[in-house]
């Protein structure tokens, strides 16, 4: 069965401290992998998508995200977090042809401290 | 227009009364999708849109919940009979492509509905 994993419900770091918000996968092969983020009050927006080719993808506002196939994940990361990252982080997969559905993890909340 | 918009942003209502919510998805988007999401839970599938058909219904709920889809443009999903485990934010979203969305979806601020 397909399925996405964010084992970090919330997390916390201090403004200008590195972040690493975790996800995991199962599917048979390579799925289709995205990160998007969620405001408070707002839709969500794609950071980034992760299809085939280089491991290592970077997206917007300065976040990367890492496929490791051996370890079925695809972790968010950013260097220096901001004020502005607060929110909430979904990670997502689409697999398999002829696919269109999104399987979503439950998300993270991140807090950031001033 | 510029983004996929959801009217009304919030909607609160009676148990037992009908409610809809209205999609307006970006211009060209042939593809439009509905989700629910839930307090403390993900996001659900509801229903998948291409033009103004629906191959994929299979997250509706329960026949209390239709939708559809006119001119290949805008979607309204009605509820009908609201129960207060209808309560959470319903996100619209469209892409150019139904299968295998390449370039993610665009999604909209959402509705969120309190049923009282």
């Known amino acids: 069965a397909q399925s996405v994993t964010q084992p970090d419900i919330h997390i916390t770091v201090s403004e200008g401290a590195s972040l690493e918000l975790r996800c995991n996968y199962s599917?048979?092969?390579?799925?289709?992998l995205f990160w998007y983020v969620q405001s408070p009050g707002q839709g969500l927006q794609l950071l980034l998508k992760?299809?085939?080719?280089?491991?290592l993808v970077q997206g917007i506002k300065g976040f990367e995200a890492e496929f490791k196939r051996s370890q079925s994940s695809f972790n968010l990361r950013k260097p220096s977090v901001h004020w502005s990252d607060a929110a909430e982080y979904f990670c997502?997969?689409?697999?398999?042809?002829?696919?269109?559905?999104?399987?979503f993890g439950t998300g993270t909340r991140l807090k950031v401290l001033a | 227009g510029a983004g996929v918009s959801q009217s009304p942003s919030n909607k609160v209502t009676e148990k037992g009364k009908d409610v809809e919510l209205r999609c307006d998805p970006i211009?060209?988007?042939?593809?439009l999708y509905w989700y629910r999401q839930s307090l403390g839970q993900g996001l659900e599938f509801l229903i998948y849109?291409?033009?103004?058909?629906?191959?994929?219904k299979s997250g509706l709920p329960s026949d209390r919940f239709s939708a559809e889809r006119t001119g290949g443009s805008v979607s309204t999903l009605t509820i009908q009979r609201t129960q207060q485990e209808d309560s959470a934010v319903y996100l619209c979203?469209?892409?150019?492509?139904?299968?295998?969305?390449?370039?993610?979806?665009?999604f909209g601020s959402g509705t969120r509905l309190t049923v009282v």
């Open positions: 997502a997969l689409i697999g398999g042809s002829g696919t269109y559905k999104y399987i």
């Open positions: 992760y299809f085939s080719g280089d491991t």
């Open positions: 849109f291409q033009g103004n058909s629906a191959p994929d």
């Open positions: 599917y048979g092969a390579t799925p289709y």
């Open positions: 211009s060209g988007h042939t593809a």
């Open positions: 979203a469209s892409s150019l492509q139904g299968v295998r969305p390449f370039n993610g979806y665009t």
